[in-house]
């Protein structure tokens, strides 16, 4: 069967949609985006990339003259509206695919740029035939850039959260929501529904209104949670210890790189070489 024209029932063909409203941490930021072209330029000057997603910052960045990418994705409303077709040079070009079947040669790119892909995946076993195959399309030496989300080992549990939304620092909404959807996950194995972060957030907004004043999320922002209200998904959400034994077989951790941005501890730059 050919998965990438079986349609899927995820939220984001809605996401899709709504990208604009959508912001750092999720998305990633210009620090992120400087330390991936650099680590990239540095290693190969005119590079051949592959973009797992169509994450409009790393494909509307400055990239040498010449540069050709190849963006993967499996959800046809996200590569009609999310990926900048109109903004990018005719060496660029997206494809709907499955990342466990990427449809590229062996070592055909020098590297590999993703964006919380493996909080995304369908299911989380299948993190191994990813990497597999990311393995499989880099060439010997090649590199990966992977900007993930990571659960801390002592992660708050959501009354901590409701705390912490109560008294402590103000927290922007994009934030908060990834920190509630770590906060629910109870096991890695276990995964998160997005759809009990949507439950959690109306009890807030029934039981703490104030909450939302005091924090001062725009219409707009609170609007991206509706999303997760009929969502199908699973979150999952690793410790790095986690994603690092997930990288053993494939890669070496060359580097992990921690941005300055609100919660940007919770989704740093992984720097993988492929191992030979
Ligand atoms: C790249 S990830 C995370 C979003 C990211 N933070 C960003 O700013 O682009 C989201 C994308 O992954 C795609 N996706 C999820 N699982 C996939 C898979 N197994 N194969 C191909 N695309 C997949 C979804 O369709 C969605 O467009």
Same mark, same amino acid.
């Given at each position: 069967?050919?998965?990438?024209?079986?349609?899927?029932?995820?939220?984001? =063909?809605?996401?899709?949609?709504f990208?604009?409203?959508?912001? =750092?941490?999720?998305?990633?930021? /210009?620090?992120?985006?400087?330390?991936?072209?650099?680590?990239?330029l540095?290693?190969?000057?005119?590079?051949v990339?592959?973009?797992?997603?169509?994450?409009?910052?790393?494909?509307?960045?400055?990239?040498p003259?010449?540069?050709?990418?190849?963006?993967?994705?499996?959800?046809?409303?996200?590569?009609? =509206?999310?990926?900048?077709?109109?903004?990018?040079?005719?060496?660029?070009?997206?494809?709907?695919?499955?990342?466990?079947?990427?449809?590229?040669?062996?070592?055909?790119?020098?590297?590999?740029?993703?964006?919380?892909?493996?909080?995304?995946?369908?299911?989380?076993?299948?993190?191994?035939?990813?990497?597999?195959?990311?393995?499989?399309?880099?060439? $010997?030496?090649?590199?990966?850039?992977? /900007?993930?989300?990571?659960k $801390?080992?002592?992660?708050?549990?959501?009354?901590?959260?409701?705390?912490?939304?109560?008294?402590?620092?103000?927290?922007?909404?994009?934030?908060?929501?990834?920190?509630?959807?770590?906060?629910?996950?109870? =096991?890695?194995?276990?995964?998160?529904?997005p759809?009990?972060?949507?439950?959690?957030?109306?009890?807030?907004?029934?039981?703490?209104?104030?909450?939302?004043?005091?924090?001062?999320?725009?219409?707009?922002?609170?609007?991206?949670?509706?999303?997760?209200?009929?969502?199908?998904?699973?979150?999952?959400?690793?410790?790095?210890a986690?994603?690092?034994?997930?990288?053993?077989?494939?890669?070496?951790?060359?580097?992990?790189?921690?941005?300055s941005?609100?919660?940007?501890?919770?989704?740093?730059?992984?720097?993988?070489?492929?191992?030979?």
């Amino acid at each position: 069967m050919n998965h990438a024209n079986v349609p899927h029932k995820t939220h984001w =063909s809605r996401h899709a949609v709504f990208w604009d409203s959508f912001g =750092s941490p999720l998305r990633p930021h /210009r620090e992120d985006v400087g330390h991936v072209v650099s680590h990239v330029l540095r290693e190969t000057p005119l590079p051949v990339l592959l973009l797992m997603g169509v994450t409009p910052e790393y494909a509307r960045t400055a990239w040498p003259q010449g540069t050709r990418m190849t963006a993967v994705d499996r959800c046809p409303e996200m590569i009609r =509206s999310v990926w900048p077709a109109d903004h990018v040079p005719t060496t660029f070009r997206v494809t709907q695919a499955e990342w466990t079947a990427l449809p590229l040669a062996n070592h055909a790119v020098d590297a590999v740029i993703g964006d919380g892909i493996t909080t995304v995946l369908p299911r989380w076993e299948e993190i191994d035939t990813v990497l597999s195959e990311v393995h499989r399309v880099l060439r $010997p030496g090649g590199l990966a850039l992977m /900007r993930l989300f990571v659960k $801390p080992v002592d992660s708050e549990s959501p009354d901590q959260l409701l705390k912490s939304l109560l008294c402590g620092p103000t927290l922007g909404f994009h934030s908060f929501k990834l920190r509630l959807l770590m906060a629910l996950q109870p =096991s890695l194995s276990a995964g998160v529904a997005p759809r009990d972060a949507y439950r959690w957030w109306k009890d807030l907004e029934a039981t703490h209104p104030e909450a939302l004043v005091r924090h001062a999320w725009t219409q707009d922002q609170r609007h991206t949670i509706s999303f997760y209200e009929a969502s199908p998904d699973r979150y999952w959400f690793p410790t790095e210890a986690e994603l690092t034994r997930s990288f053993v077989k494939y890669f070496t951790v060359k580097e992990v790189i921690y941005s300055s941005y609100e919660s940007a501890d919770r989704c740093p730059l992984f720097v993988l070489h492929r191992k030979n």
